[in-house]
Protein backbone atom coordinates (compact mmCIF):
# COMPACT_ATOMS: atom_id res chain seq x y z
CA UNK A 1 0.00 0.00 0.00
CA UNK A 2 1.08 3.56 -0.48
CA UNK A 3 0.41 6.77 1.18
CA UNK A 4 1.09 10.38 0.85
CA UNK A 5 2.95 12.14 3.66
CA UNK A 6 -0.75 13.03 5.78
CA UNK A 7 -1.68 9.57 5.50
CA UNK A 8 1.41 8.03 6.57
CA UNK A 9 1.87 10.49 9.57
CA UNK A 10 -1.71 8.90 10.84
CA UNK A 11 -0.43 5.38 9.70
CA UNK A 12 3.17 5.53 11.12
CA UNK A 13 1.92 7.89 14.64
CA UNK A 14 4.91 10.38 13.38
CA UNK A 15 3.99 13.77 12.76
CA UNK A 16 4.80 15.66 9.33
CA UNK A 17 7.61 17.49 11.08
CA UNK A 18 8.76 14.63 12.20
CA UNK A 19 8.87 12.81 8.72
CA UNK A 20 10.38 15.79 7.13
CA UNK A 21 13.46 15.42 9.71
CA UNK A 22 13.78 12.13 9.10
CA UNK A 23 13.99 12.95 5.49
CA UNK A 24 16.39 15.63 5.89
CA UNK A 25 18.55 13.84 7.90
CA UNK A 26 18.74 10.91 5.84
CA UNK A 27 16.83 8.38 8.06
CA UNK A 28 13.92 8.22 5.65
CA UNK A 29 13.72 8.12 1.85
CA UNK A 30 10.80 8.14 0.30
CA UNK A 31 10.03 7.74 -3.50
CA UNK A 32 8.05 11.17 -5.17
CA UNK A 33 5.70 10.69 -7.95
CA UNK A 34 4.84 12.45 -10.80
CA UNK A 35 3.68 15.42 -9.03
CA UNK A 36 6.58 15.28 -6.82
CA UNK A 37 5.17 14.08 -3.96
CA UNK A 38 6.16 11.96 -1.24
CA UNK A 39 5.31 8.66 -1.57
CA UNK A 40 5.45 6.34 1.21
CA UNK A 41 4.94 2.37 1.57
CA UNK A 42 4.36 -0.16 4.27
CA UNK A 43 7.92 -1.27 4.28
CA UNK A 44 8.50 2.38 5.57
CA UNK A 45 6.46 1.87 8.57
CA UNK A 46 7.92 -0.94 9.26
CA UNK A 47 11.32 1.45 9.06
CA UNK A 48 10.60 3.98 11.06
CA UNK A 49 9.54 1.50 13.43
CA UNK A 50 12.67 -0.13 13.83
CA UNK A 51 14.30 3.75 14.25
CA UNK A 52 12.05 4.24 16.72
CA UNK A 53 12.60 0.80 18.50
CA UNK A 54 16.94 1.87 17.98
CA UNK A 55 15.90 5.40 19.88
CA UNK A 56 14.54 3.67 22.50
CA UNK A 57 17.34 1.48 23.19
CA UNK A 58 19.76 4.46 23.50
CA UNK A 59 21.42 4.21 20.27
CA UNK A 60 23.14 8.08 19.66
CA UNK A 61 21.32 9.53 16.39
CA UNK A 62 24.62 9.85 14.70
CA UNK A 63 24.36 5.52 14.52
CA UNK A 64 20.78 5.80 14.00
CA UNK A 65 21.77 7.48 10.82
CA UNK A 66 25.20 5.98 9.57
CA UNK A 67 23.08 2.97 10.41
CA UNK A 68 20.26 3.95 7.58
CA UNK A 69 22.63 5.26 5.29
CA UNK A 70 24.15 1.89 4.88
CA UNK A 71 20.60 0.31 5.09
CA UNK A 72 19.87 2.70 1.87
CA UNK A 73 23.05 1.32 -0.12
CA UNK A 74 22.12 -2.32 0.19
CA UNK A 75 22.94 -5.47 1.41
CA UNK A 76 26.22 -5.59 0.46
CA UNK A 77 26.21 -2.96 4.23
CA UNK A 78 24.63 -5.86 5.89
CA UNK A 79 27.82 -6.55 8.14
CA UNK A 80 28.50 -3.28 9.00
CA UNK A 81 24.67 -2.91 9.98
CA UNK A 82 25.51 -5.89 12.37
CA UNK A 83 28.51 -4.61 13.63
CA UNK A 84 26.41 -1.13 14.70
CA UNK A 85 23.79 -3.31 16.69
CA UNK A 86 26.61 -5.52 18.52
CA UNK A 87 28.37 -2.08 19.39
CA UNK A 88 24.21 -1.25 21.14
CA UNK A 89 23.99 -4.38 22.32
CA UNK A 90 27.64 -3.96 24.30
CA UNK A 91 26.04 -0.46 25.39
CA UNK A 92 22.45 -2.36 26.37
CA UNK A 93 24.67 -5.22 28.60
CA UNK A 94 26.51 -2.07 29.93
CA UNK A 95 23.68 -0.45 31.31
CA UNK A 96 21.78 -4.00 32.51
CA UNK A 97 24.49 -4.38 34.71
CA UNK A 98 24.79 -0.94 36.23
CA UNK A 99 20.65 -1.68 37.07
CA UNK A 100 21.37 -5.40 38.35
CA UNK A 101 24.08 -3.37 40.75
CA UNK A 102 21.77 -0.46 41.79
CA UNK A 103 19.32 -3.31 42.28
CA UNK A 104 21.55 -4.93 44.54
CA UNK A 105 22.68 -1.84 46.64
CA UNK A 106 18.36 -1.31 46.89
CA UNK A 107 17.91 -4.71 48.60
CA UNK A 108 20.82 -4.74 50.74
CA UNK A 109 19.07 -1.39 52.45
CA UNK A 110 15.62 -2.53 52.42
CA UNK A 111 17.08 -5.66 53.84
CA UNK A 112 18.43 -3.61 56.67
CA UNK A 113 15.28 -1.67 56.69
CA UNK A 114 13.46 -4.28 56.92
CA UNK A 115 15.37 -5.96 59.93
CA UNK A 116 15.65 -3.23 61.37
CA UNK A 117 11.77 -2.64 61.49
CA UNK A 118 11.34 -6.13 62.77
CA UNK A 119 13.30 -6.21 65.62
CA UNK A 120 11.91 -2.44 66.57
CA UNK A 121 8.58 -4.04 66.41
CA UNK A 122 9.67 -7.38 68.74
CA UNK A 123 10.38 -5.04 71.00
Known sequence: MTYFIGEFARVSGFSIDT?????????????RNASNRRVYTDNDVKWLKFIKRLKQTGMPIHEINKYAALR???????????????IQEERLNEQALGIQQDLAFLHKKMAFYQDKMANHNNN
Not at 19 to 30: A, D, H
Not at 72 to 86: A, H, P
Request: charged fraction near 25%; charge should be positive.
Open 19 to 31: LRYYEKVGFLKPQ
Open 72 to 86: YQGDQTMSERFQLLL
